[in-house]
């Protein structure tokens, strides 16, 4: 219709521009007129299909109440002292009565009778980033179906307060179901004397201490924008170029302030209750009084990896490097970052044996474990003072590491961890010798993680001295740092709790706690 009334204002238009022309018209605009009335004639013959058809906006699917596949953000709007190990149907149900509960996240998939680690939120993003991000098929979401959230409380700064009217209803303790106020308002916080809207929310600003106040949240697509978390801090990744072992270790590391790994003797590692905290819920432990294996190594034994001369500037790479030429290196004062290649292509597990006397583990329940061991993967280690093992990407193996002598440091993420924890830099370059790198990691990345949280969950470190197991669930980053020459071997197996592959392409964040929950 508006095509249609434009052409008749043109006809309308040069009409009136003949009749000014005391009726003289121009051949020209005659023929204008002409061709204007056959178009209105012919309007039936106008081509609709030329014209696009407005899209139809599909309806966001993670914006529905109820599971879906994927985590959210390992920092934002944390629900401190509600996190805990739990089904899902026991986390739905604490979710649904608290009106400050948003959702949660667990690693791992949605069944009746399995538990998991639950993080849980006040609120989570109506966006597609906001619920869930790739390559995290392992990790399952639940938003809430509230329409309104309340929470303790109210903001330490409103700059701005919107009149606002809240209902006898509400104010005699009933929860609202929906959003009675305007779209220019995200949240209302209200005393029995006092009210007002805000046109933005953010939580690290709530005083959630605020005797007889209580702040209303819009939990939708239409406000979602306006709601914020507000933390700031981030991991600062740029390291300084630590050249030498790290001085002072026993001042770095204390077992009241850095050791937060469990540890649990040897025999009680095959009960299904040290299955189920450990194993089931990806959680890393320490375990002792194992039996220690003969770790003689024969002299054809072959070593791969670092050496770097005592002075040197740069290290080289090696590889064929026999046992007896990695003793000589050692008496020379070589520093070495070395590991075993033998079982890359031995295929026989009793030849294995027979050069690594590996047979250490605990007597593990095999009912417990659904694929068992993988009987090749087996790997040694020798580190000297000063060096370690880089951030290894999570993998879907577990992992057994025994100390055999010298100690270790090991930093341990929880599962299914997606922020970065690499040195970005070295004091502004990237120029820093292969060797150094854990040792700068140390020195500089290390300490920001004591007091850090990754989905309510405390990071795990601790030191491994001779004899002790370090378990690595599958899918979690891990280092060590070499505190002295260390020689170290390592058993993996694989289960269904590692069928995630992890990328370190995303950074969702930490959450940095100044108090202890």
């Not at 399952?140 to 329409?147: A, D, E, L, V």
């Not at 933390?231 to 072992?245: A, E, G, I, M, R």
Request: charged share 25%; net charge neutral.
């Amino acid at each position: 219709m508006k095509i249609w009334r434009s052409i008749s204002i043109v006809i309308f238009v040069l009409t009136y521009l003949a009749q000014l022309n005391d009726g003289k018209k121009s051949k020209k605009l005659k023929e204008m007129l002409k061709n204007a009335e056959d178009t209105i004639a012919n309007k039936n013959e106008i081509n609709i299909d030329s014209f696009k058809p407005i899209q139809e906006v599909k309806e966001c699917e993670t914006c529905k109440p109820g599971f879906h596949n994927g985590r959210i953000n390992s920092m934002a709007f944390e629900y401190k002292g509600r996190h805990g190990v739990m089904t899902t149907e026991e986390a739905v149900a604490i979710c649904e009565s608290d009106t400050a509960c948003g959702g949660f996240t667990f690693y791992g998939s949605k069944g009746a009778s399995e538990k998991h680690f639950v993080f849980f939120v006040h609120y989570i993003f109506f966006t597609k980033k906001g619920i869930y991000s790739e390559n995290n098929s392992m990790w399952t979401s639940y938003r809430s179906k509230k329409k309104v959230l309340i929470l303790p409380g109210k903001p330490h700064l409103r700059r701005i307060k919107l009149h606002v009217k809240i209902h006898e209803d509400i104010l005699a303790g009933n929860d609202p179901k929906s959003w009675a106020f305007s779209d220019e308002i995200v949240s209302v916080s209200y005393s029995k004397t006092e009210a007002s809207g805000q046109p933005t929310f953010t939580l690290q600003d709530h005083d959630f201490k605020a005797t007889g106040w209580k702040t209303m949240i819009a939990y939708d697509e239409i406000h979602t924008n306006k709601v914020y978390d507000g933390n700031t801090w981030d991991l600062k990744k740029s390291c300084h170029q630590y050249k030498k072992p790290l001085e002072k270790v026993s001042l770095r590391y204390t077992k009241e302030l850095h050791d937060t790994i469990d540890t649990i003797e040897c025999d009680d590692f095959s009960k299904k209750e040290v299955h189920d905290k450990y194993i089931k819920l990806g959680t890393p432990v320490k375990i002792k009084g194992c039996k220690n294996p003969n770790s003689k190594i024969k002299d054809n034994f072959n070593w791969q990896g670092l050496v770097l001369q005592n002075g040197a500037s740069r290290s080289i790479n090696v590889i064929d490097i026999a046992e007896s030429e990695r003793r000589r290196l050692v008496e020379n004062g070589f520093l070495l970052n070395f590991k075993n290649t033998d079982y890359d292509f031995l295929g026989e597990n009793e030849v294995i044996k027979t050069k690594l006397h590996e047979d250490f583990l605990p007597n593990l329940n095999t009912n417990l474990f659904n694929e068992g061991f993988d009987d090749t993967a087996i790997e040694t280690n020798f580190i000297s003072k000063g060096g370690g093992q880089d951030i290894m990407l999570g993998t879907p193996k577990e992992r057994f590491s025994l100390q055999i002598n010298g100690t270790k440091w090991w930093v341990i993420s929880v599962p299914g961890l997606a922020d970065p924890w690499q040195c970005s830099t070295y004091d502004g370059s990237l120029d820093l010798d292969p060797f150094w790198r854990t040792a700068s990691w140390f020195d500089s990345v290390q300490p920001q993680l004591i007091s850090t949280r990754y989905y309510g969950r405390k990071v795990s470190m601790t030191i491994q001295n001779p004899g002790e197991i370090i378990y690595i669930p599958s899918n979690c980053k891990y280092t060590n740092y070499a505190i002295e020459d260390s020689y170290s071997m390592v058993k993996s197996l694989q289960s269904t709790g590692g069928l995630m592959e992890e990328t370190d392409s995303l950074n969702l964040g930490a959450f940095h706690s100044s108090e202890e929950l």
